[in-house]
């Protein structure tokens, strides 16, 4: 079974543009959720979508956005970027969600904001 | 407010000994805690898992202990090995209220040869 995969996997921008980022979850799994990776901190939870539906969302301000498609792929928006934007950006799949399911996750997208 | 946390950034531990990767957690609805590895350019990878019902879970190297009045837990690895130098993450999460996984800072295990 392929894993999570995600495009593209590094990305440079200025700040004041937008980006979108890819996550193609692993085959027959309908969550999808988005985290972001900073130095020195631990991943922080963006938000998780199911079925095509936002079911849950951290505290992150509202440029960052997402949808998930019927194929249960999902992309993530960050508008107007800004310097402390710049992080690993990582997605994990599951059937089911949030919980004790286990949380596939991908490689990541690296964005540097500069 | 930090409600997961790995107090010891780093870890270095000669090859064949023990490493003990310890946790921290505030939230007391937590109940499920989860061990992820990973590897520079790499998404996190699931090692181990905890339910608050035990205080111990082992699979074959790896070892998690939950202690739940002290809000603590730790994962042992024996015998340490290089291919286990990683940064690790402790997550903790309430299965039944939906609740995204609240993760730490990680701690860079560097097992040397």
């Known amino acids: 079974k392929a894993g999570v995969t995600q495009t593209p996997r590094y990305l440079i921008k200025t700040r004041g543009q937008q980006v979108t980022l890819s996550c193609s979850p692993i085959s027959g799994h309908r969550s999808v959720s988005w985290y972001q990776q900073t130095p020195g901190q631990g991943l922080q939870f963006l938000f998780e979508?199911?079925?095509?539906?936002?079911?849950n969302k951290g505290n992150f301000p509202g440029r960052f956005s997402g949808r998930q498609f019927s194929n249960s792929r999902s992309e993530m928006n960050v508008s107007t970027l800004e310097l402390g934007d710049s992080a690993l950006y990582l997605c994990?799949?599951?059937?089911?969600?949030?919980?004790?399911?286990?949380?596939?996750f991908g490689p990541g997208t690296r964005l540097l904001v500069l | 407010d930090q409600q997961v946390k790995q107090n010891s950034p780093s870890l270095s531990v000669q090859e064949g000994r023990i490493s003990i990767l310890n946790c921290d957690y505030t939230n007391s609805m937590f109940d499920y805690f989860l061990w992820y590895k990973k590897y520079p350019a790499e998404g996190p990878t699931f090692l181990i898992s905890i339910s608050s019902i035990k205080d111990k879970n082992e699979d074959g190297r790896f070892t998690v202990f939950l202690n739940k009045s002290a809000k603590h837990l730790s994962l042992h690895i024996v015998p340490s090995q290089p291919g286990d130098s990683a940064v690790y993450f402790c997550?903790?999460?309430?299965?039944?209220?939906?609740?995204?996984?609240?993760f730490g800072k990680g701690t860079r295990l560097s097992v040397i040869a």
């Open positions: 997550a903790a999460t309430r299965p039944s209220g939906n609740t995204p996984l609240v």
């Open positions: 979508y199911f079925s095509e539906t936002q079911r």
């Open positions: 994990a799949s599951s059937f089911m969600g949030l919980g004790q399911e286990t949380q596939y």
